[in-house]
């Protein structure tokens, strides 16, 4: 809570954006502090050209989720705060600088922001390759056992989200996993952050962190980057949370 007034929370999820997961964690949120209020943002499924480049579909993304906290932050009788793991963390820096009247603190869990380590890229290049088969669009559901050998997550995802999945992974490909440039954060946006990470994370390597800047909160903790799929990891974050913002 932020003094008596309730506190809401946006929510960014990870790639693949099985939301069902992140319902269930924000419910177990709730279970702490009932009067929170949360959402879970939504990623739409676009139809970009051949021509798309990286930065516009991100920007196309952004802007989608800058009119989903603009309605969640209207509801909203309190704070908001953007609550983002992984590839959500990406969205997050961009989302904060459209909007950061709006927000009291941003949480980037594990938050995937630059080339991340060789196993990442590597899982990245076979789901690029999987997502250019000539079938892949014959039926996505079909695909939910493939998808499985790579996703802990498959169980609950669905057809639209893996069709997201899909095409979030091709612009990470092409766009995230390339770029070694300093992030820039500009002071202002910083002093909002708080970081929470794993020492051992091919998602989020040290380097990619150090590039947000000195002055940026940052906790190294025992829970993994796939805290989502697990109560005891998710309390950690939890607690987490919790600190004073």
Known sequence: MTGSRPLGYFI??????????????????????????????????????IDTTPAQYFEALSESLAVQLQDFYAESEGGVRIVAHSFGGYLALKLLERSVERVEACYLLHPFLRQPGARGRALLRTVYALN?????????????PFVGRFLKEARQITPEEISVFLQIAHYEHLGIVPDRSELRVPPELGAKLRVYSHPRDTWCPPESLRSLGPGVRHVVGAASHNFILRRPERDLVADFLRAPA
């Open 12 to 49: 960014l999820p990870g790639n693949p954006p099985v939301r069902a997961l992140y319902e269930t964690w924000g419910r177990e949120l709730r279970e702490r502090d009932p009067g929170l209020r949360f959402r879970v943002a939504r990623y739409p499924l676009f139809n970009p050209s």
């Open 132 to 144: 250019h088969l000539p079938s892949i669009g014959d039926g996505l559901v079909g695909i939910r």
